[in-house]
């Protein structure tokens, strides 16, 4: 989901050139990386303002692994900027400040992601971290369901709006095709993430009466929205 709320472009600019000195260190596996990303001088998030809607980013030591506490992710700030081919930053809140986000109806409460608008920021709630880091962290593969087929597919919806779309729909339809690719740089394989994509597909036909500004009736094999029509791999 996006908003129009907007950043300093000075803070946009400080965040992408810590991103560049992550990113410099090279693709290796996340475990490889975490102890030499953690003495790299990158960024970091504190806790949102009492004053203000803004979140506010400050330059501390970046941070790679597991957690439940809000951080950028390098790791998973790479993986987003593999899948947009642009630089961005992934930043998982901690549950308290995702709820007070929610207090203060800034975000839905049942929202799991945010972008704000114009920005290369992905925000997530901590539970789709969480998943994330089973995969990422942990090399567990969590259960194929409609949970987790749902969390997955907000960080590649999000990352859509990083790219610079900003219609819901599209950004739906999109995420639903590329999910394999977000398993696949997390280190759990295409397969995986197709067979979770599936179960989104099925919920997808219903997503027009719950929540229309995601819905398009040119999502589907062929249609306008259609990333790969030349082949049979739908979504």
Known sequence: MTSTISFPASRIALLLTALVIALAAGASSPRAQAAS????????????????AAMRYRSCVNYTGPSTATHADAF???????????????????????????????????????VWGGQQVIN????????MDEIAYYRRLPAVNTGTAYLINTFTHEAMHAHGQT??????????????RTTEYLGAGRQYGQDLTAWRWFEYRDLGARTPAYWSADCFDGGRLDMYPNTSLWP
């Open 37 to 52: 990303e953690r003495a790299t001088a990158s960024v970091c998030v504190s806790t949102p303002s009492t004053t203000s």
């Open 76 to 114: 998973y700030s790479r993986v987003a900027t593999r899948l947009i081919g642009r630089s961005a930053i992934v930043v998982c809140w901690s549950q308290a400040a995702w709820n007070w986000f929610v207090a203060r109806k800034i975000i839905g409460a049942n929202q799991a992601g945010f």
């Open 124 to 131: 997530l709630r901590v539970d789709v971290c969480q998943t």
């Open 167 to 180: 219609d819901e729909a599209v950004a739906e339809c999109w995420s639903m095709q590329l999910n394999f």
